[in-house]
C-alpha cells in the first residue's frame, strides 16, 4: 500500500467509514533497553511525572463492541463485512495511550471481556460457559462459534491496526495481554466450571486470534497469557473446576499450540506475595527457589525463568519473554506499614531489573481502590469517600520515583536493615539467560 492510499485508509479509520483490511505490516522494531519501570496507570500526568517506562491499560471489549451499527460510529471491513466500533470508548483509551506514548512509555493493553448487561453484545463476546454474573464480571472469550471469533478477531485487528499499524497517529502499543489471571478462571477468566484442558483449549484460542491479528499490522508487537501466582498449586478458595496451578496451565496451553501450529506468545505474570495482605514476600514459605514450588513470587522469579528457557518451551530458539504485569504491595494499617510497603517495593525492583528475560515490572495500584477486598496497593492513599480519588503519596511513592535514577541508592537505604541486607546486589538471582 502507497503512502498516500495509507494516509487515505486512516483517514477513513478517523471518520467513521468502513476501510479495507490493510495488508502491509508495521516494520517498527520493538524497543529495546527502554526500561523496565512500570504501572497500571489510573493517572497519565503523574505517571509520567513519575518516570515511568512502561505502563498499562485495561481495555473492555464489549465497550468497543457496536452490534446495533450506529451512525457514528467506527468502521472496519474484514472478511467481506463491516464491523462497529463505539467511537466514545475509542477516544478514551486515545486519551491515554497517545499522551504515553508520544513520552516514550511502551504500552501494554490488558484486553478484557467484560460483561456489559446487553444481551446482543455479550451473545458475541462472552463464553457460552458463562451463563450468569461473572464473579467479578470479567468472562471468557466466545471462541465456541465463529460469530464469537469473528467480533474478536475484528475487534483486536482494529485496536492493532489504530494502535500498531503503521502510522499509530493515537500511539502505539506494543503488548497485548489476553485476558487476565487465567489459572484461576472462575473468578477472573469465567467460563463456568472447566477442566484445565477445556481452559487451555478457548484460551489458546484467543489468544491464536489476538496473536494473529496483531501481526497482520505489526511485525513486532508482542501477545501475552495471563497468570497469577500459584504455580504448583491451585488458588485454595476454588476446586479442581474452578482453578488451576498456573504451571499445568501453562503446559496443556503449550501442547495445544504446538499441536495447532506454535507461535509467539509470551507471559504475563503476577508474583504476589503469597498472602496478598502480607508484603513482606521475602518471608514467603511457599515460593522456594526449586521446580515444584507452590506459588512463584518475587522471592522465587527464577523458577518461572528456567521453566521457559527449557528447550522444548522457546520459540525460535529464543525463551519466551516475561513481563510482569499486575502485582503490588499491601500497606498494613500500623506504624511499619508504609515503611514495610516501600521495602518491598525497592527488593522487588532490585532484583527485576537485574533479571535478564524480565522486560517490565508494572506496579499495582496507582491509587488504593474501595472496591479491592480491603487491600491498600496504591503508590497513593484514596480519599475515605471516594473509589479511587487520590488522596496522599506514599513512601513507596518516593521509592517508585527514584529507583531509576541516581537518587535511588540514598533514597533506598533504609530498606536495607529491614530486609537484613548489607547490599541489594547479595540477594541472590539464581538464574542467568542462556543465548539465544
Known amino acids: 500500500m502507497s503512502a498516500r492510499l495509507l494516509r487515505t485508509a486512516l483517514a477513513s479509520l478517523a471518520m467513521g467509514l468502513p476501510i479495507a483490511a490493510q495488508r502491509t505490516v508495521d516494520l517498527t522494531p520493538y524497543p529495546a533497553h527502554w526500561g523496565k519501570k512500570g504501572l497500571q496507570v489510573q493517572m497519565v500526568d503523574d505517571a509520567l511525572a513519575l518516570g515511568v517506562k512502561q505502563a498499562g491499560i485495561n481495555v473492555s471489549l464489549g465497550a468497543l463492541i457496536d452490534v446495533v451499527g450506529r451512525d457514528d460510529s467506527l468502521r472496519i471491513e474484514l472478511d467481506g463485512r463491516t464491523f462497529c466500533i463505539n467511537r466514545g470508548p475509542v477516544a478514551a483509551l486515545d486519551a ?252 522487588a525492583w532490585s532484583i527485576v531489573s537485574r533479571l535478564d528475560g524480565i522486560d517490565a515490572f508494572l506496579l499495582h495500584r496507582h491509587v488504593d481502590h474501595a472496591h479491592e477486598g480491603g487491600l491498600r496497593l496504591g503508590l497513593w492513599t484514596r480519599r475515605g469517600d471516594s473509589v479511587c480519588t487520590p488522596e496522599r503519596r506514599r513512601r513507596i511513592g518516593d521509592v517508585f520515583a527514584a529507583c531509576d535514577t541516581d537518587a535511588w541508592p540514598e533514597c533506598a537505604a533504609f530498606a536495607l536493615p529491614v530486609l537484613g541486607l548489607a547490599r541489594f546486589d547479595d540477594w541472590p538471582l539464581g538464574y542467568a539467560r542462556r543465548p539465544r
Open 96 to 347: 491515554q495511550i497517545e499522551p504515553l506514548s508520544r513520552a516514550g512509555v511502551v504500552v501494554s493493553a490488558i484486553l478484557l471481556a467484560i460483561q456489559t448487561g446487553d444481551p446482543a453484545t455479550d451473545a458475541v463476546l462472552v463464553h457460552p460457559g458463562c451463563t450468569g454474573k461473572a464473579p467479578n464480571g470479567i468472562a471468557a472469550f466466545r471462541t465456541t462459534d465463529a460469530e464469537g471469533c469473528a467480533w474478536l478477531r475484528a475487534t483486536i485487528t482494529f485496536l492493532a491496526e489504530r494502535y500498531s499499524g503503521a502510522a499509530a497517529p493515537h500511539g502505539r502499543v506494543w503488548n497485548w495481554i489476553v485476558g487476565n489471571e487465567v489459572n484461576s478462571h472462575w473468578w477472573w477468566y469465567h467460563m463456568g466450571e472447566a477442566t484445565p484442558a477445556a481452559v487451555a483449549e478457548a484460551y489458546e484460542a484467543a489468544v491464536r486470534i489476538v496473536h494473529d491479528a496483531v501481526a497482520s499490522r505489526s511485525a513486532h508487537g508482542r501477545v501475552f497469557v495471563s497468570l497469577e501466582h500459584h504455580w504448583n498449586v491451585r488458588y485454595a478458595a476454588g476446586d479442581a473446576g474452578q482453578a488451576c496451578p498456573g504451571r499445568a496451565l501453562l503446559e496443556a496451553f503449550a501442547a495445544r499450540a504446538r499441536d495447532r501450529g506454535d507461535f509467539g506468545w509470551h507471559v504475563a505474570f503476577h508474583p504476589y506475595p503469597e498472602d496478598l495482605f502480607d508484603c513482606r514476600f521475602w518471608q514467603d514459605e511457599t515460593a522456594p527457589d526449586q521446580a515444584d514450588a507452590p506459588r512463584v513470587t518475587f522471592k522465587n522469579l527464577p523458577v518461572l525463568l528456567r521453566w521457559l528457557d527449557d528447550d522444548s518451551r522457546r520459540f525460535a530458539a529464543a525463551p519466551r519473554r516475561v513481563i510482569l504485569s499486575e502485582q503490588g504491595f499491601h500497606c498494613r494499617d500500623d506504624d511499619d506499614g508504609e515503611r514495610d510497603q516501600a521495602a518491598a517495593y525497592a527488593l
